[in-house]
């Protein structure tokens, strides 16, 4: 699985640096290129030359040792798929959380767009620091992948937790993430984020309690999994791929559907105003003497329900013959529905539901209405899940009627599922 994988290691300054020579021999021998940068204090347990003969290339420690006009720092993030940081002192750990970058190992994982995993290795009082944890949980939050150290002997002589992970986890855990960053190559992903904005006048607006981070997250991880990504926000968020604000329902309408034929899925995680002002205000509404006011609200455009029958319309010729001969049928709304979901060209269509009473019931009743391939309930009855908060719980639905529940987690870790889910479809 490794074949052809450029594995960037990081080695730091502590006694389990031995054992990161098995290892390279181990990614070497499942098929990947590997390089590594050592700082000067890794070289005081284990040498340049046992590192340069086991990786077969020459192993990296000065950062102004410069050998073209690229700087070794770049060149090295540009040239790793992904990079493991073992063993990881408490001194590279919090570097790195702190954006300190001192030596060519910190800059180096400073400038990493990609994967990083840490499997950190120290004194077992050194782990327990509440410094060191604190910075352990900034790099966690950044999405880097600690492989805790496991309990046992130290060589300082303590006994606790701090040894450095087995070398069949590190290995594990490099394969399971080159794995995941192919997921989804190749697949155009359209997500939305963030509440409408629909304007009163240049001053007032009506929206909603949505704060984007479930799009955003979903957003991460399709680009964590190798897809091209769409993000069409309310919300401004700094990204590394494209991205496109806007406002009202009818913008992000208009900003979909520019994508719907060269996409593979298209995520509905925005909370879209169902309806808006029938007439905006091009100046301010200024306070007059009446007691009250009345706005006139005039329904927006489904775009979800709107995309599903746009698919329903590009679906293959025998679909469309098995609609038609519904349709000559006159059938109940029911089972025309089910033609529908006989339709499986692309793009998959993913509606999100948030539902304060009668979650699944009312789930049910919208996947059915909407016609789209999943839908994600969320329950935002709850204060600790849902609008604005980091976590979530939610349940998914397919056209099927299959259902699958997500146990509360941080929203990264219920976008991975969702994305995962819906790729096996
Ligand atoms: O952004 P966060 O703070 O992280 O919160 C996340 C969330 C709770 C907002 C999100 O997970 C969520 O539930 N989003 C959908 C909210 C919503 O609009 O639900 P709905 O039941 O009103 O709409 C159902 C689906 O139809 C949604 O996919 C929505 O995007 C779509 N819709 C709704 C109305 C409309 N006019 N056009 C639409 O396309």
Avoid at 19 to 25: M, Q, S
Avoid at 235 to 244: A, N, R, S, Y
């Amino acid at each position: 699985m490794l074949q052809s994988k450029h594995i960037l290691i990081g080695v730091t300054g502590g006694i389990a640096a031995y054992k990161i020579c098995t290892l390279i021999r181990d990614f070497k021998k499942s098929g990947a290129e590997v390089k590594i940068i050592a700082t000067p204090n890794a070289l005081n347990f284990v040498t340049k030359l046992t590192l340069q003969n086991l990786s077969q290339n020459e192993v990296y420690v000065e950062e102004f040792d410069v050998k073209n006009w690229k700087p070794e720092h770049i060149s090295l993030a540009d040239w790793a798929d992904i990079m493991l940081i073992a063993p990881a002192t408490a001194n590279t750990i919090s570097k790195i959380a702190q954006g300190i970058a001192d030596n060519l190992l910190t800059s180096v994982a400073c400038a990493f767009s990609k994967k990083i995993i840490m499997a950190p290795a120290m004194n077992c009082n050194m782990w327990q620091n509440e410094t060191i944890k604190d910075n352990i949980k900034i790099l966690q939050k950044r999405g880097i992948e600690i492989l805790e150290p496991e309990n046992g002997f130290l060589a300082c002589g303590y006994m606790g937790k701090g040894r450095l992970c087995s070398s069949d986890k590190i290995f594990n855990a490099i394969e399971e993430a080159l794995n995941y960053s192919q997921m989804l190559k190749g697949q155009k992903i359209v997500i939305t984020a963030g509440g409408t904005i629909e304007e009163i006048d240049p001053v007032r607006y009506i929206s909603n309690y949505s704060s984007g981070k479930m799009g955003l997250a979903l957003a991460k991880s399709a680009y964590d999994m190798g897809a091209d990504v769409v993000f069409i926000t309310t919300k401004d968020f700094d990204v590394p791929f494209k991205k496109v604000m806007v406002k009202s329902a009818q913008d992000m309408q208009n900003a979909v559907n520019d994508e719907f034929d060269s996409s593979n899925y298209i995520i509905m995680a925005a909370a879209v105003a169902d309806y808006r002002v029938k007439e905006h205000s091009e100046q301010k509404i200024k306070k007059g003497e009446q007691d009250s006011i009345t706005l006139e609200f005039v329904k927006n455009p489904d775009i979800l329900a709107e995309l599903c029958n746009r698919k329903l319309f590009n679906c293959s010729e025998t679909n469309k013959n098995e609609i038609l001969r519904f349709a000559q049928n006159d059938v109940q709304a029911e089972e025309s529905h089910d033609v529908k979901s006989a339709c499986n060209d692309k793009p998959v269509i993913v509606g999100f539901c948030a539902e304060s009473e009668n979650l699944l019931e009312n789930a049910k009743a919208k996947i059915a209405k909407k016609g789209c391939d999943f839908l994600v309930a969320n329950d935002i009855s709850r204060k600790d899940i849902g609008f604005g908060v980091n976590d979530n719980e939610v349940t998914i639905l397919n056209k099927n009627g299959d259902i699958l529940k997500l146990d509360k987690a941080p929203k990264n870790i219920i976008a991975r599922k969702i994305l995962e889910c819906i790729n096996m479809k």
